[in-house]
């Protein structure tokens, strides 16, 4: 019935009564009426529909409110951040007793100046009864100090479970009830460590993430029970590929693989296997180990460790396709012309055995230089026909509008203690393109596949960018000089290409790339195929990475429901009435646990980088104005790593914020900071427990006619 709802009011512009829905629908008995309004009443309660004033329904989405997560500055006043709409401001003074990252609902009122502004009319979802900081003792009383500074309020500990502590502590406590406004009693849950311990910081965002580290005894039971190797039992009525030359590639610290390559020729044509770990064989549904995969989501992937989304014996063991082992996957083997078109494919359950565990480093080598890496000669021809096949799936790629942003990513290195000794940019050459290319030939073949055959499935989807962000982008950069030519339809990710390709011989591209992609919406989980933008795709699923994301092992499952196991039609019926109902639910957590690992992984990264510039105070360096604010600008250097230049530490005169052209302007003299400028700088002061870096301008020495500094320090 909700269902039958939903489809009648998304195409409805205008509020129904529910006497409407129901002669819509068809239902005229008084029960029909009574289940109607019973559907529309939950339907409400869960904020999927909106009911008006006069009784009348809409979707949600189409009214007035707005549903999203509150982001509140250490100011006080927040945003409401929504999908794919502008972020509501929210006065201090309009919480209405929301505090940082709960799930609220939002109305829109007439603000003070011209910016959208809100109040928050209901709390949804509470997502601090968990918080995380420092305990310690004043004037003899305990104290908690939560790490997250937005958390406007006093947390007072229950007496319980203090006898174990001591100041300096990190803990993790509950909320019991409010005793106040802003004010609330909590309870200790977790002692986390000691915050000078190794390693007690990451843990600490870990945490203060809700991202669980541990295992359940129920599901290390059960993990206990599984096999160490594969038997003969398992083998049967798979594709034995264990002769065939199949290796992996990976980076040198990799323990979980899950995936491993293969190829042949076939006349003019190529015929590339991508064999993926078979990970929903061994998780199976029903089981505490599904339902603990299901909650994580994804593996995180820290500094100086994973926190995995299965067990060891499983990520690193018996599904990791580990070299010289018995390992059961799923293969895609694709037949792909020199043009780069794939004309034929087969999906299969088999049984391989990779022959090395080769490196990127070593395989770039290969690539690269020539060199040949000892116990790598037997497979350099098999590597230079990946080579080519990458090249021509990549030129076939870049042909329908591949976007390429060629965004750099920093490295983080620590030694045993966790601390960073250095902040480098992570390398990228062509052993990590052949894999990439490969694995998006398999993707998009997997989900192809299934998309013809009509099954719910779980897609990859990446939607079509706000056009006006994107008009508004490319109007601030001609202001500063940057002509970009051509048409201006972004419906079709070719016009996004020539904007970047347009911008690629710019010294500031790196700049003005990131800028661009901020434009772009999120990729996330759907089970309706909507494409891939970034990646010019029609139809694009995540079938290769079951070890670390949960979308790739239903990917699988749903493979071995559909195809592998040959349902008969009743069967085949009951699955896809099941998958119709639960996959948007699925999709929608596994979404939000991915949004949830990459802001862990952000703000660790963050911290570690501060730290790692706390004891580089007062030396320079030359960097790049990767943002302008109000408030100041951001330099990037090399290696990555931000700070900030408050406008209040910039000399010499009165500079004002430019909202348009994102540019500093000086009121005297006249002199503009601009976006992708290089200037020089100095680390005026950096702090670990914040996660900010200050930098002050330094003064040009001399250099050529632009003033750009001939000498480049290096951190």
């Known amino acids: 019935m909700k269902e039958e709802i939903i489809d009648i009011l998304k195409i409805e512009d205008n509020a129904l009564s529910p006497i409407e829905i129901s002669e819509k629908l068809g239902k005229k008995s008084v029960d029909d009426l009574k289940n109607i309004l019973q559907a529309l009443s939950e339907l409400e309660n869960d904020f999927i529909v909106y009911k008006s004033n006069k009784g009348k329904y809409i979707m949600f989405e189409k009214s007035h409110l707005k549903k999203g997560r509150l982001s509140v500055s250490k100011g006080g006043f927040g945003f409401v951040i929504l999908d794919g709409e502008d972020d509501i401001y929210i006065d201090k003074r309009n919480m209405n007793g929301a505090l940082n990252n709960d799930i609220v609902v939002a109305e829109e009122i007439k603000g003070s100046g011209k910016k959208t502004e809100g109040r928050i009319v209901k709390i949804l979802k509470k997502e601090n009864n968990l918080i995380v900081g420092l305990y310690d003792i004043f004037d003899g009383n305990p104290h908690f100090i ?56 990451i843990l600490s965002i870990v945490y203060d993430h809700n991202i669980n580290d541990v295992f359940s005894e129920a599901v290390m039971k059960e993990v206990d029970a599984l096999p160490n190797e594969v038997s003969e039992n398992e083998i049967v009525g798979r594709r034995d590929l264990r002769g065939e030359t199949i290796f992996t590639i990976d980076g040198d610290d990799t323990k979980d693989i899950d995936d491993a390559i293969s190829i042949k020729k076939n006349g003019e044509n190529y015929i590339l296997g991508v064999h993926i770990a078979d990970v929903s064989y061994y998780v199976k549904e029903g089981t505490e180990l599904y339902k603990e995969a299901y909650d994580r989501g994804t593996s995180v992937y820290l500094v100086d460790r994973v926190i995995p989304m299965l ?17 059961l996957a799923i293969s895609c083997v694709m037949e792909i012309t020199k043009d780069g078109k794939i004309i034929s494919h087969d999906i299969f359950e088999s049984v391989i055995k990779s022959r090395i565990q080769m490196t990127y480093k070593k395989v770039n080598k290969i690539l690269n230089n020539e060199e040949i890496p000892v116990g790598y000669e037997e497979y350099v021809s098999d590597l230079k026909l990946m080579e080519e096949l990458a090249e021509i799936l990549r030129k076939e790629k870049l042909s329908r509008g591949y976007l390429d942003f060629d965004v750099d990513e920093a490295k983080i290195l620590v030694d045993e203690n966790c601390k960073p000794y250095d902040v480098v940019v992570r390398e990228r050459g062509k052993g990590e393109n052949l894999i990439e290319d490969f694995m998006i030939a398999a993707n998009e073949t997997v989900a192809q596949h299934i998309f013809y055959l009509e099954f719910p499935f779980v897609y990859r989807i990446h939607e079509v960018p706000d056009e006006e962000k994107v008009k508004e982008f490319l109007n601030s950069i001609s202001l500063l000089g940057y002509q ?32 661009l992609l901020r434009c772009m919406k999120k990729a996330e989980y759907k089970p309706e195929n909507v494409g891939h933008y970034g990646l010019a795709s029609k139809c694009y699923t995540h079938f290769t990475s079951p070890i670390r994301r949960f979308p790739d092992t239903t990917v699988h499952n749903l493979l071995r429901k559909y195809i592998f196991n040959r349902p008969n039609e009743k069967e085949l019926s009951r699955l896809i009435s099941y998958w119709n109902e639960n996959l948007p639910a699925l999709c929608e957590h596994a979404s939000e646990k991915e949004r949830e690992s990459i802001d862990c992984e952000r703000d660790v990264e963050s911290m570690k980088m501060a730290e790692y510039m706390e004891n580089h105070i007062g030396e320079e360096y030359d960097g790049i104005i990767s943002s302008i604010m109000n408030f100041g600008m951001f330099i990037q250097l090399d290696n990555m790593i931000e700070g900030l230049v408050h406008i209040s530490e910039m000399k010499g005169d009165y500079y004002n914020f430019d909202d348009v052209t994102k540019t500093l302007k000086g009121e005297k003299k006249g002199k503009m900071y601009k976006l992708g400028q290089k200037v020089r700088v100095v680390v005026t002061n950096a702090s670990k427990e914040n996660s900010t870096i200050d930098f002050n301008l330094v003064e040009k020495k001399q250099g050529d006619k632009n003033g750009n500094i001939k000498q480049k320090s290096k951190i």
């Open 311 to 327: 067990p060891h014996k499983l990520s690193n063991g018996i599904c990791s396709l580990n070299p010289n082992e018995d390992r």
């Open 146 to 201: 939560p790490d997250d500074k937005k958390l406007n309020m006093e947390i007072i500990l229950d007496n319980k479970n203090l006898d174990d502590l001591v100041p300096g502590h990190k803990i993790q406590v509950s909320i019991i009830k409010e005793l106040g406004k802003y004010k609330y009693l909590a309870e200790v849950v977790k002692i986390i460590g000691h915050k000078n311990d190794p390693g007690v910081d």
């Open 484 to 515: 970009i030519k051509g048409d201006r339809n972004f419906i079709y990710p070719k016009s996004m290409k020539k904007i970047l390709d347009q911008l690629r011989d710019k010294d500031e591209f790196e700049i003005l790339s990131t800028l």
